[in-house]
């Protein structure tokens, strides 16, 4: 019987500013013993973990146009996650999730035997034959820092699975099958080289999983056609719809008033909360009409964070201004520095 070639891991870390965080974790298998900490994101910090370490081996494809596979794991929602990039990728081999632990050809579970804790995964490399297939991740939940919620556990469950089909390690350009990543959200080399990049956008993952260069690879193997996914990144916290309404009272002598009400921000998750910055507001005034930009240092008259509680109003300018018609247009601002989808106006005319 051919003995599978397994994908083993090694665990490479680099944090930069990042303190480490102690993994708390779950697992079915009482005689795993415990792992060391995993590293959480902190603000202007890259923490670069390996998903595994694959040795090089001849790799053979499974037959069919399936896999079947038995989720035994803690983390059904990353699983099917997963799946779903993988089964909508074009390629002509697809995962079945099936009932039967005893006779499904792929089983995944949770193990605490990956060595380096969350971020990391063990999976066998290509058809093992008569002999079950697997990958093991180490559960975790979001108190275990961002590379062991669910972004972390789906983009290792990606890449690993990219293993159970055959495909080794390639850090040739942005990859799902990068040997490492960053954060948890992220293959190494699908962030570019630009630290700044990554700081301005906290709260973000790679949720189309796969590039051209993966599925194409696939393809070769078990056929099909490339469908690349149209959204590489997706928000992990939601975008705030709408700033809350804003209002202008001129009060004479050249004076105004302007009241914002505080849109409720969406709740973050406790491993990004390390991420976050007081939720802000910023105000623009531009003469007779609404033209102001998100940003725009000429038109802005304060940007201060909220002392208002959510849904509640707040006096946030109240002084004297240009005579005439002015607009005051107002954005709110997250705990992750983006601003709403929406800014608010009001016209007040200043006499």
Known sequence: MTRPAA?????FIVALLAPVAPAAASDRDAADPAQPSSPAARPGARVVQSFDHARIAKVRKWPGRKITYYDDTLDPDAVKRAVRIWNTSGMKMRFKKISSKRTADLV???SKKVPSGCGTGVATLGYTGRRQAFVRILHGTDADGQSCAWPGQTLVLTHELGHVLGLQHDDSRCSVMNSYHVNGVAPGQCFTPDPADFDESPGRWWCGGLVKKDIKRA???YGGRVQVPVTPWCDIVPLLPATGPVTAVATGGSGAQVTLH???EPALPSWLVGSAA???YEVHLTPGACSATAGNELTIEKRYPWTAAPGTPELVLDGFFPAGVQCFTA???DALGRYAAAPSTTLVTVS
């Open 331 to 333: 954005w709110a601002i």
């Open 278 to 280: 007081p939720p802000m």
């Open 7 to 11: 994908a083993l891991v090694l665990l």
């Open 108 to 110: 995944l579970k949770n």
């Open 262 to 264: 505080r849109h409720p």
């Open 219 to 221: 393809k070769r193997m």
